[in-house]
């Protein structure tokens, strides 16, 4: 499961509470108006550089095909990353599993 599916890495507690909002509105969509994502391949190094001693957290795939909200592909770094504009529709989260 990897091919033109999105991830975004959450904690348990944040996925729980988009579930009974029927959306998941993550701090940096206030914060920054988008969703952090990545490409499969990305996350492990996203996880390493910002996740390192977080506890609990799960990986969310998404389809980009079921997304409400646009998709933009920005850089960081040398990389371009997608970014949703918008709150996540659960819906377009196909898969999710914890993450170690």
């Given at each position: ?33 988008f969703i952090h994502c990545s490409r499969p391949e990305q996350v492990r190094d996203v996880a390493r550089r ?51």
């Amino acid at each position: 499961m990897s091919q033109g599916y999105l991830v975004h890495l959450c904690d348990r507690e944040a996925w729980s509470a988009a579930q009974a909002a029927g959306e998941y509105r993550p701090p940096s969509l206030e914060q920054e108006g988008f969703i952090h994502c990545s490409r499969p391949e990305q996350v492990r190094d996203v996880a390493r550089r910002y996740y390192r001693e977080v506890p609990g957290l799960l990986l969310l795939w998404i389809d980009p095909e079921r997304l409400g909200p646009e998709v933009r592909w920005e850089p960081s770094g040398d990389e371009l990353f997608p970014h949703i504009y918008g709150p996540l529709n659960l819906e377009a989260v196909i898969k999710v599993e914890p993450f170690s």
